[in-house]
């Protein structure tokens, strides 16, 4: 990952010791970094009149308790420099989006945890911040309980689990894809060597007509052509993701490479399961589209089908639709 300068920690309502602060004080220490905490509170629409009645605390009275509360959190799990604190009223994305803009941030963190009853562990918020937000975006899932307490040290509970596997999603072959790949990789290696753990690089390949192959229609494998293409078609993806992952593995210890077939986001998923990747690093645009598209098709399926932290990059010149 390239130098940090300011990092923004995003605790959206939870002032426990999670992953994702442990992770951001981390990487605040490594880099020297300026580290801000932020929670908002969300705007009431309860009138005055009810709010006192009924003894509530107003729009104000809750910032000053989630300042209180982030300051005492910093006070527990925050050594070296101290951080900033901010705490906003307003809708949640657009607060965080307004202070990454304001402010420079160059990567935002924020805990997300398990929703038994939901497709997604990513909640609407999660969803706009990955989506809107121009700077790298840390989606660090938390453990459940039962991993929480199972044999461990409240100090080790806190900490961020070490020695797993880090899987970079990149389009090896996509051309102009250079950039946005080596952002990919250059940020993946980072958290690879970062935890202890192994870096994989996995590329997708899907040709023009391959939901006919894959449909009802007559296989054409026995036609000398089409095979002959086929082959072709995987040796220059081969040869791609090759040639990309050459650079990369001599920078990180433990590094492999896997070419797969088939559906993108579809194949990346099952890939991270397999492997039991523990963070799946993937750019949610190859290059800067037209106003109103922030997101590409298999970047939004894989972020709904995700059961793991994320750690999403914007191409540069992306401009956020939220000013």
Not at 204 to 221: I, K, N, R
Request: glycine share 6%.
């Amino acid at each position: 990952m390239q130098s940090l300068d300011h990092i923004l920690y995003f605790a959206d309502g939870d002032f426990s010791p999670t992953r994702a602060l442990q992770r951001a004080v981390a990487l605040a220490q490594k880099h020297q970094a300026q580290l801000t905490l932020m929670d908002i509170t969300v705007e009431s629409n309860l009138s005055a009149d009810l709010i006192k009645r009924f003894g509530l605390a107003d729009d104000v009275q809750q910032c000053e308790q989630r300042l209180a509360a982030l300051t005492h959190l910093a006070e527990t799990c925050v050594s070296g420099q101290q951080p900033m604190f901010r705490v906003s009223i307003g809708t949640p994305f657009i607060e965080v989006i307004r202070t990454v803009q304001h402010n420079g941030h160059d990567l935002l963190l924020k805990p997300v945890r398990n929703r038994p009853d939901a497709q997604s562990i990513f909640t609407s918020t999660d969803m706009h911040l990955l989506r809107k937000c121009p700077c790298p975006v840390w989606m660090e899932q938390e453990p459940t309980k039962g991993e929480a307490v199972a044999g461990a040290t409240v100090e080790a509970q806190q900490m961020p689990v070490l020695g797993k596997r880090v899987l970079a999603a990149v389009d090896a072959a996509l051309p102009g894809g250079e950039s946005i790949n080596r952002r990919i990789l250059d940020a993946a290696t980072a958290a690879a060597i970062e935890r202890g753990g192994a870096l994989d690089i996995v590329h997708v390949w899907q040709t023009p007509f391959e939901p006919v192959l894959s449909g009802t229609a007559p296989q054409p494998a026995q036609d000398t052509n089409m095979t002959e293409a086929l082959a072709a078609i995987e040796q220059h993806h081969a040869s791609a993701l090759e040639t990309l992952g050459a650079e990369y593995s001599a920078r990180a210890n433990d590094v492999c490479t896997h070419l797969l077939r088939g559906e993108p986001a579809k194949k990346v998923l099952e890939c991270a399961r397999t492997l039991a990747s523990d963070l799946l690093v993937l750019a949610t645009l190859s290059r800067p589209r037209e106003p109103g598209l922030f997101i590409g098709t298999t970047a939004e399926d894989l972020l709904y089908g995700a059961q793991t932290s994320v750690l999403a990059l914007k191409p540069s010149g992306f401009v956020s639709p939220v000013q």
